[in-house]
């Protein structure tokens, strides 16, 4: 199947600092991302839906000053936690979705990459 | 916004079939169901989806009634590697236009010897 790639996939930073996640779709290109954040034994919850070229659409109560997301190409989005507390400690999952342009399959379905675990100390 | 129910978790004997229900009763009638599995500390994994008719691929069978109202993933031989929180979830909207999708709290699935 087609293959998102997230990076870094472990971080842990200091509180008040920002930290970049990256989310890279390798074979195929992708006008749609998304983010979404997982806390333990919980399920995933939708932060934003990224789209390139334009700005994020973000669900009701993210803080978009908060989450800054950038779709600049068709391959990559980044999710930048910006002055992170240890309350932004999560898991962070993107997906993407094979749209048919590229190498993709065309499928239209969402692929998720592996994730990136914060750890704000 | 989770619009599916499922049961929280189910054990399932290696090499049996492992049939995961799930309820979608306010489907609408474009709207179709997904299932996603996550491995532990892993990104959600596509598994089948439908919007009627029953699927199979490779890896299940997605067996949809005939009201829409309810649906059964089938891994027709599990194993333990199949151990995984699987998501039942209805897709809103179209990609293309806005669609998202929603994730509920899934069916913790062990698959034990």
């Known amino acids: 199947g087609a293959v998102v790639s997230q990076h870094p996939s472990r971080v842990i930073c200091k509180s008040g600092t920002s930290v970049k996640i990256e989310c890279r779709s390798l074979?195929?290109?992708?006008?749609?991302m998304f983010w979404y954040r997982q806390f333990p034994k919980q399920s995933l919850m939708l932060m934003a839906t990224s789209n390139e070229g334009s700005k994020a659409t973000y669900e009701q109560g993210v803080e978009k000053d908060k989450f800054l997301i950038n779709h600049a190409s068709l391959t990559l989005s980044t999710l930048t936690v910006t002055s992170a507390h240890p309350e932004d400690s999560s898991f962070y999952i993107c997906?993407?979705?094979?749209?048919?342009?590229?190498?993709?399959?065309?499928?239209?379905?969402?692929?998720f990459g592996e994730g990136s675990r914060l750890t704000v100390l | 916004d989770a619009k599916t129910t499922q049961p929280p978790s189910m054990d399932c004997a290696e090499g049996r079939a492992a049939n995961l229900p799930c309820n979608h009763s306010t489907i609408s009638g474009n709207e179709y169901v997904y299932w996603y599995r996550q491995i532990h500390s892993q990104g959600p994994q596509y598994i089948i989806h439908g919007l009627k008719n029953n699927e199979t691929n490779e890896m299940a069978s997605l067996i949809i009634t005939e009201d829409r109202k309810s649906s059964t993933l089938i891994l027709p031989h599990a194993t333990l590697r199949d151990t995984a929180v699987y998501y039942c979830i209805v897709r809103v909207g179209l990609y293309n236009q806005g669609g998202k999708l929603i994730f509920g709290q899934g069916t913790e699935l062990s698959v034990k010897p």
């Open positions: 997906s993407a979705r094979d749209s048919g342009a590229g190498k993709g399959r065309g499928t239209g379905e969402l692929f």
């Open positions: 074979d195929f290109q992708a006008t749609t």
